[in-house]
C-alpha cells in the first residue's frame, strides 16, 4: 500500500456517505462514518477511518476494526472488493479529482432510480417441464438437482432463452408480494458474467417474502449465493432446514436488518460459506452473533454448500458440527 494518504473525503463526498469530521468520535487526522457492519445498531457516526493510512476502527464493536481500505469502502457503497480497489486507485494513491469521476462513470454510468415495482419479463418462463425448458433442466440435474424440476417450481425460479437474459436461470426476488430485483445465472461454461442483476438486489433476501411465511422449518441456513441457498433449500425438503442468501461476500446494513426481521421465526440458524472462505466465515460469525447464527464448517470433500448431497446436508446440520 502506498504511502500517500487516501483521499476519503472526496471519495465519501463522491458516492454519498455521510461522515463526520468532528465530534466526540473523531481524533486528529481522522473522519468518522457510520459503522457498515454494526448496521441499524450504530445511530450514529462510530466507525473512525483514518485519512492518512486508511485503517479504520468502530468504537461501538471492537471487531470491526481492519487496515484494508477496500473492504471498508465496498461495505460503505455496496460494491465488490474488486470495485472498490479500482476506485482508490492502483496501490491506494491520490486520486485526482477527474479521475474518480471518470471511475464513477465506468463503475456506476448514469444512476437511475429504479421504479417501485418491477414487471416480470415475458420472455422469464417459469421452470416447468416443456421442451424448450431441456438445456436447463440437463445443467440444474448436472449440479444435483435430480428430482423432478417441478419442485423447484416452488421456488419461483424461471429460464429464459431470448435477449439479454439468454441461457439464464433467474432467481426473481420479491419484497412485500412485489417484484423488487433478480438475478440471472448463466447455464453456459464459457459465459464471461455468470450472474447478472438487475434492480437493488443488495437491499433483500432471496425468498424473504416466502421464508416469512414459513412454519414447517425450524432451521434456516445463511449462505453466500443463490445456487447455494438453493441446494440446501432443496435439499433441507421434510429435515425441517430452509435457506436463505445475500448475493454478495457481506451483507450489508439494509440486509442486516433484514435478517432481524426474519430470523425471529427460526429457533436453529447456522452459517455456511465456502470452503477456503473460513477467516470471512469466523468474522461474519462474529458478526451475526447477536442474532445466534452459528458458523458450521463444510465436510472436506465439498468446496461449497451447493456441492452438498442430502446425507451431507443433514449430517452437518442436524449433528451440528460446529466449527
Not at 479504520?56 to 481500505?69: F, L, Q, T, V
Not at 465488490?80 to 494513491?93: K, N, R, T, Y
Not at 462474529?286 to 449430517?315: F, I, N, T, W
Request: glycine share 8%.
Amino acid at each position: 500500500m502506498s504511502d500517500r494518504p487516501i483521499p476519503w473525503l472526496d471519495i465519501f463526498r463522491l458516492y454519498h456517505v455521510d461522515f463526520a469530521e468532528g465530534g466526540r468520535n473523531v481524533s486528529k487526522g481522522h473522519v468518522a462514518v457510520h459503522c457498515p457492519f454494526c448496521g441499524t445498531a450504530d445511530e450514529s457516526h462510530h466507525m473512525s477511518v483514518s485519512l492518512r493510512h486508511g485503517g479504520w476502527r468502530c468504537w461501538r464493536n471492537a471487531a470491526h476494526k481492519g487496515r484494508d481500505p477496500a473492504r471498508l469502502l465496498a461495505a460503505l457503497i455496496r460494491c465488490s472488493p474488486a470495485q472498490a480497489q479500482q476506485i482508490l486507485g492502483p496501490d491506494f494513491v491520490v486520486l485526482p479529482d477527474d479521475y474518480l469521476a471518470s471511475i464513477r462513470g465506468k463503475l456506476f454510468p448514469k444512476v437511475i432510480e429504479p421504479p417501485p415495482v418491477y414487471e416480470m419479463p415475458t420472455e422469464f418462463r417459469p421452470l416447468v417441464r416443456e421442451p424448450r425448458a431441456r438445456r436447463f433442466i440437463d445443467y440444474l440435474r448436472e449440479r444435483g438437482f435430480v428430482e423432478s424440476v417441478d419442485v423447484l417450481g416452488l421456488y419461483g425460479l424461471r429460464y429464459c432463452t431470448i435477449g439479454p437474459w439468454e441461457d439464464r436461470i433467474i432467481f426473481p426476488v420479491y419484497r412485500k408480494g412485489k417484484l423488487a430485483a433478480w438475478t440471472g445465472r448463466s447455464i453456459r461454461s464459457d459465459a464471461n458474467l455468470r450472474y447478472k442483476t438487475e434492480g437493488p438486489i443488495g437491499d433483500h433476501l432471496l425468498w424473504q417474502d416466502q421464508l416469512q411465511k414459513q412454519t414447517k422449518a425450524n432451521t434456516i441456513v445463511l449462505c453466500e449465493g443463490p445456487f447455494d441457498a438453493l441446494k440446501v433449500r432443496y435439499l433441507g425438503r421434510g429435515l425441517g432446514i430452509t435457506a436463505t442468501c445475500w448475493f454478495t461476500a457481506m451483507p450489508n446494513r439494509t440486509q442486516a436488518d433484514r435478517l432481524h426481521e426474519l430470523l425471529g421465526a427460526f429457533p436453529r440458524r447456522f452459517l455456511i460459506l465456502d470452503r477456503g472462505a473460513e477467516a470471512k466465515a469466523i468474522k461474519l460469525a462474529g458478526e451475526l452473533r447477536e442474532l445466534s447464527v452459528r458458523r458450521l464448517v463444510l465436510p472436506r470433500a465439498y468446496k461449497d454448500p451447493g456441492e452438498l448431497d442430502k446425507e451431507a446436508l443433514e449430517a452437518l446440520v442436524l449433528v451440528d458440527k460446529i466449527g
